[in-house]
């Protein structure tokens, strides 16, 4: 069949693609942003890609005429205020331009939504299936609620709380149960039920085998992981209390975090097990989903993390935006430096931040994170998804990757980080050397307060990086 694939630069539609190159299907991805999508060399050539923003009745003409099937992956609006209405309006551009093509079938993944009272961010869900029931095409809607697997926002967030707190005082919606299920269930259900006639006109809950509280996850999470963690629920802790609590202790960003918060006082079990036995599938246990998860992590095998989505950070530009560094108005600091060997430099380039760090004043970098989380920013928490790959689009700490070319020896970062103005840090392999430029371009008098104030920290941590950078030393 040729497949319609909406998000997918997002943490499902990564991991689906090959699966439906696999199956032999022909593969239309769809990126907001071409700059954004870089493929695996083994898939460039097997499928075609189109740049598409369900906002934009420009860019929907993209879509070709002849395709039979669809996925709707679009979940990554949760970082604005009025991602409803965003949500809702995609959804509506989406059907009526799937009216003038071929499409007989689009698969929906959602979230469990049986409840009578449900939070805004499941509200939303429920009325984009609503929506897209309209459609002329064959609608089959799989609602899943916790999903596990490394790089998942859910998965992510439980790691951080148990990883880092040995005695945890929580919100009562701890006891909250649910029903998680792996991301490889997720992916086969997503995989078998495309052109699927017993699936069509009908929606689905997914989950696994396990109905838990999420204080259940977090220490069977513990017990996995051989860590013995004590918790503590108390009824005080509002919701702002608690998306603030999140905030600060895990990945996620604030807004993301009173999404997540109003969700999970919402019991999200699944109703029956019918898909499991139309499509001949037995999930597996939380456990088991957590000890894959960390097979893949050890053996730096993350294809896609929630991190590397620009709701982690707020984001709503494409990266093409930034991609261009300005030279006019801005305040620039340049170095450069002889390398002891070109395949060495660009190798530590590029494993620069997460685990590794930034080479110099590592310190300073995370007091730097921590004063950005203490006004909203994304802090260093976010990491990177692997340890010695970078792709545009990809989250490193507090900056986005914007260009990465590892045979050109060229990295270029956009700072996410909270800032009167906008950074670039950029470095570059050419003539023997390797150069390494910040540009910051300031907004206003305090723009320019700023850059004054750390410039003294400038010379010592960017002189500091570049040595280490180069040389391996410092």
Same mark, same amino acid.
């Given at each position: ?6 998000? %997918? ?42 740049? /598409? ?20 992956? *679009? ?15 995609? %959804? ?29 961010? /499941? ?59 792996? $991301? ?29 509280? !999420? ?52 019991? *999200? $079990?699944? &109703? ?11 999930? $597996? ?27 982690? #950070? ?7 935006? !930034? ?11 340049? &170095?450069?430096?002889?390398?002891? #060997? ?8 590029? #494993? ?13 970098? &995370?007091i730097r994170g921590f004063l950005d989380k203490l006004v909203g920013g994304v802090g ?6 692997? %340890? ?11 900056? &986005? ?33 390797? $150069? ?32 280490? /950078? ?5």
């Open positions: 069949m040729k497949i319609l694939l909406t998000g %997918a630069t997002g943490y499902i539609g990564k991991r689906l693609l090959p699966i439906l190159i696999q199956n032999g299907h022909e593969v239309v991805c769809c990126v907001r942003d071409l700059n954004r999508f870089d493929p695996p060399a083994s898939l460039a050539d097997k499928i075609t890609t189109i740049e /598409l923003d369900l906002l934009k009745n420009n860019t929907l003409k993209n879509i070709p005429k002849d395709i039979e099937a669809a996925y709707y992956l *679009v979940h990554s609006m949760s970082a604005a205020s009025d991602y409803q209405q965003l949500e809702l309006e995609s %959804a509506i551009n989406f059907r009526n331009s799937l009216g003038t093509t071929g499409c007989n079938h689009v698969v929906y993944l959602s979230g469990i939504v049986n409840e009578t009272k449900l939070s805004d961010h /499941l509200s939303s869900r429920k009325n984009v299936e609503n929506e897209l029931e309209k459609g002329t095409f064959h609608l089959s809607t799989l609602r899943a609620g916790i999903i596990i697997g490394s790089g998942s926002a859910s998965f992510e967030i439980i790691r951080d709380l148990v990883e880092k707190l040995p005695v945890m005082i929580t919100p009562k919606w701890l006891h909250t149960k649910c029903q998680p299920i792996a $991301i490889s269930d997720v992916l086969y259900f997503l995989s078998k039920t495309i052109g699927n006639p017993s699936t069509f006109d009908k929606n689905f809950d997914i989950g696994g085998p396990d109905i838990l509280s !999420y204080k259940e996850m977090l220490l069977q999470f513990g017990e996995v992981r051989k860590l013995k963690r004590n918790i503590f629920i108390v009824p005080v802790m509002t919701p702002k209390l608690s998306s603030y609590w999140l905030y600060f202790v895990t990945s996620t960003s604030y807004k993301l975090a009173v999404a997540l918060v109003h969700s999970m006082k919402i019991e *999200v $079990i699944c &109703r029956n097990n019918d898909l499991n036995k139309r499509l001949n599938c037995t999930p $597996i246990s939380y456990k088991e989903a957590l000890k894959r998860a960390f097979l893949k992590i050890e053996a730096n095998e993350i294809v896609s993390s929630w991190k590397d989505a620009y709701a982690s #950070s707020g984001m709503k530009s494409n990266i093409s935006d !930034y991609i261009q560094v300005p030279t006019f108005g801005c305040y620039r600091d340049i &170095r450069s430096s002889n390398f002891d #060997s070109k395949e060495k430099s660009i190798e530590r380039i590029w #494993s620069i931040g997460g685990k590794t760090g930034w080479y110099y004043g590592d310190w300073l970098w &995370r260093l928490r976010r990491g990177r998804t692997h %340890a010695h790959e970078l792709h545009p689009g990809d989250a490193l700490d507090f900056w &986005r990757v914007l260009y990465a070319n590892k045979k050109e020896g060229r990295l270029l970062l956009f700072a996410e980080m909270k800032l009167p103005g906008e950074a670039w840090l950029e470095f570059k392999v050419e003539s023997g050397k390797l $150069i390494q430029t910040a540009t910051f371009r300031p907004l206003g008098l305090s723009g320019r307060l700023y850059w004054y104030s750390v410039l003294p920290f400038h010379g010592a941590i960017f002189n500091g990086m570049l040595k280490k /950078l180069a040389n391996g030393t410092t």
